[in-house]
């Protein structure tokens, strides 16, 4: 009720404007109203008094005499003749004690009045609108002989004051009609300024954010309206902004959501406590669970329960490295196993802190790990067995070579010492030629027996085990060097030796190096009067070469490639001995040391060996 | 030098002739004993298996053995003689073809006292056997007389 009331006061400003100008109306009007009603009732109260004072002291005057000698019809006259005086209550006359001696109401004639005032003073009994009651004493030569006493009631008074009240009523009520209509008419004009904004505001409320309110002029309501204006194409550029990043957002959302769900790898995204916030479809699809059902599973039931043990250290060791690695197996719904490769990671997600694991199904290169660890079986295998065969073909060759050495050279034996025996024994009964026969037969027989004997170095050279020593290579050279010369005294050969010449290889097979190069240049300067032998050392691109140098026979390096094949010769037996198994020798050793040999040279020029050692 | 005689271990009978032409052509004459493979050996010293009729009373100067023979080689030879206390001193040469290192250090690991090769040139092997009578049947003092 009191709130009805107060919507429909204050329910608009134009109203609130309105009461408020009728409620100032109304109070001014009736505080001026009251207050002339006031003023008029005490000028009528002083009017009346000073009336009755006027009376009352023109009546003692003239009823002295008649006082004082009590002339009661005289003063009867005197009272009676009072009465022209329409407000005239009553006119009294008495003596000094009260009693009566005329009255306007003669019925009251020799009555004592009780109340009459003890001083013979004027005394204003009563005053008010209803009577004025004023007694004063009659005096005779100073002389109080008996007293008067007027009453004044202006009947018409309370009339005159209630037309007041009434005509400011009235005009009260004018007032606050004509205050409030200018009110409602000034109100109109302010508000309708409102009032166009309002409904802007109702429209663009109602969906039509085009629209802008039109106030003109410079007061209030055109700032306000300018203001809101401002304020609606504010709103509308950051509609269009905040519209526009939505939609970024929701197209980056979706994608998100396509990359996460077409992802090749399950992602599963959880707290630290174990709980699924995401998983992708990948995820369920791999494990076989509806998407539901795989978030409201633990982070444990992930693992097979052989791998679930590890699930604590996981996230431990994710919580220190930020990163980690693993594999584990993942077990589907149906039971079956998943080998799986995990990337882990610490996330933020949605402000909390996540673990995001991207796990990859490796159980194809788990296959083919087996495959391959099956493979390499096999192919120990294989290498076990190929060792095994090449190490009875290594004793096959043994054997042969041992045979080689003990059978073969047993029926050389026999040629020769039976020849021999022939030459000795039977000697005079061959001629020349069959001596010369014989001779032959022996040389070719002893040929032959070097030759097994060259094959069989060569055999054994390719099966020994090889050492890895530091070889100092001068030293043996220049043994080597001596031995030689020992064996032809006479020649006059330079041996040029660098001095401590180091090699890593095996000092048995580098000193048959040796001894077969230096050998062989010894060999082919026979016949020089003076000769030179030079052993050394030079980098050729970076790797260490190592030479043996002469100037003999030399030899055309169109046969460069014969030099090292087993049994060529490049000089007949009778120009240089030899069965040609020398640097066949050589290379075998220095390939088997990683190393290659050459030899540069011209007919008659010398020749330079040069060799490498790859383990250098 | 009655008594000294040599036995020479060889299945080969061209080695055998070989052998002996060269001891006559070096003035050996002590005896000559040849067994033809390495169970005839033992037979003949230790009074083993077929031969162990053939044994004589006393010990060979030297004993020439080849490594290659059937049956029972020479190095398996060799080691029952040096596992008898009786041959366990006998001075022992190795002849023979081969000279694989193996061969020789197994020969002188099982106890022999020379090894030596025979050489194909029959002026060498002559002066071999020359050498190996004039030091093992001349030179050497025998363990047991």
Redesign the interface.
């Given at each position: 009720m009191t709130s009805g009331i107060r919507l429909f006061l204050f329910g608009s400003l134009r109203r609130q404007l309105i009461v408020g100008v009728a409620a100032v109306h109304a109070v001014m009007m009736t505080l001026f109203i009251a207050d002339i009603a006031q003023k008029q009732k005490a000028a009528f109260l002083d009017y009346q008094l000073r009336q009755a004072i006027a009376l009352v002291s023109n009546l003692a005057t003239s009823s002295v005499n008649g006082t004082a000698s009590h002339d009661i019809m005289g003063l009867q006259e005197l009272v009676d003749a009072q009465t022209v005086y329409q407000e005239l209550k009553f006119a009294i006359v008495t003596d000094v004690n009260g009693l009566v001696l005329a009255h306007t109401d003669h019925a009251r004639v020799g009555q004592h009045l009780l109340d009459m005032p003890t001083d013979p003073i004027q005394k204003i009994i009563s005053n008010s609108l209803t009577l004025v009651d004023v007694a004063t004493p009659v005096l005779l030569m100073r002389h109080h002989v008996g007293w008067i006493r007027i009453g004044i009631a202006q009947t018409g008074v309370k009339q005159k004051l209630n037309d007041i009240s009434r005509k400011g009523l009235l005009f009260t009520l004018v007032t606050i009609l004509t205050g409030s209509l200018l009110a409602w008419v000034m109100g109109r004009q302010f508000t309708k300024r409102l009032y166009v904004i309002n409904s802007v505001m109702k429209e663009v409320q109602a969906g039509n954010t085009a629209v802008r309110s039109e106030v003109s002029g410079s007061d209030e309501a055109a700032d306000l309206s300018a203001g809101f204006n401002s304020m609606l194409d504010k709103l509308a550029q950051q509609i269009v902004e905040r519209t526009a990043a939505i939609k970024d957002l929701r197209e980056s959302e979706e994608k998100y959501r396509l990359l996460f769900d077409s992802a090749g790898d399950a992602i599963f995204i959880h707290d630290t406590d174990g709980r699924f916030l995401e998983v992708n479809s990948l995820a369920c699809e791999r494990l076989g669970y509806s998407h539901a059902e795989l978030m409201s599973l633990p982070l444990s039931k992930l693992d097979t329960p052989e791998q679930c043990q590890y699930v604590q250290d996981r996230v431990v060791r994710l919580m220190e490295q930020g990163h980690h690695m693993f594999e584990t197996v993942h077990q589907r719904k149906d039971g079956s196993t998943v080998p799986t490769e995990v990337s882990a990671r610490k996330i933020n997600w949605d402000g909390q802190l996540a673990m995001m694991n991207i796990c990859r199904d490796i159980s194809k290169w788990k296959l083919a790990e087996e495959e391959i660890r099956q493979l390499n079986n096999k192919l120990e295998q294989r290498v076990i067995e190929r060792t095994a065969q090449l190490e009875i073909a290594y004793q096959e060759m043994e054997s042969f070579a041992y045979s080689v050495s003990h059978d073969l050279r047993g029926p050389l034996r026999s040629i020769d010492g039976f020849s021999l025996a022939l030459l000795e024994d039977c000697g005079d009964k061959l001629d020349d030629d069959g001596k010369n026969y014989l001779r032959r037969v022996r040389t070719a027989t002893q040929r032959m027996a070097q030759l097994i004997d060259d094959i069989l170095k060569l055999s054994r050279v390719t099966r020994v085990n090889m050492a890895s020593e530091t070889v100092n290579l001068s030293t043996m050279a220049v043994s080597i060097a001596e031995e030689l010369r020992r064996t032809d005294q006479q020649r006059k050969v330079e041996f040029v030796i660098k001095d401590d010449v180091l090699a890593k290889g095996d000092p048995r097979l580098l000193m048959l190096v040796l001894d077969n190069l230096l050998g062989n240049a010894w060999k082919f300067t026979y016949g020089r009067a003076e000769a030179r032998i030079e052993f050394g050392i030079s980098n050729l691109d970076g790797k260490t070469a190592y030479f043996v140098r002469d100037d003999g026979a030399g030899f055309d390096m169109k046969y460069m490639d014969k030099l090292f094949t087993a049994f060529q010769r490049l000089h007949t037996e009778l120009e240089f001995p030899g069965t040609g198994i020398g640097l066949t020798l050589v290379q075998h050793i220095i390939h088997r040391h990683g190393g290659t040999v050459w030899a540069e040279g011209a007919v008659d020029q010398g020749a330079t060996f040069w060799f490498t050692l790859g383990n250098k | 030098m009655k008594n000294k005689w040599i036995l020479l271990v060889e299945d080969?009978a061209?080695?055998e002739e070989?052998t002996r032409?060269a001891l006559k052509k070096n003035k050996i004459m002590n005896e000559l004993i040849v067994a033809r493979d390495g169970a005839e050996v033992l037979g003949y010293l230790l009074g083993d298996g077929d031969h162990a009729g053939h044994n004589k009373d006393s010990l060979p100067s030297v004993i020439l053995l080849d490594l290659?023979l059937p049956k029972i080689d020479g190095i398996e030879v060799l080691r029952r003689l040096r596992e008898n206390e009786k041959t366990a001193h006998v001075p022992v040469v190795i002849l023979?073809?081969?000279?694989?290192e193996q061969d020789i250090a197994i020969a002188y690991k099982n106890g022999c006292n020379s090894y030596i090769r025979?050489?194909?040139?029959?002026?060498q092997?002559n002066e071999a056997v020359q050498n190996l009578g004039l030091y093992w049947l001349m030179l050497n003092e025998p363990p047991v007389k």
């Open positions: - | 080969n061209d080695d070989l032409r290659k023979t073809s081969s000279e694989e025979k050489p194909v040139d029959f002026v092997f």
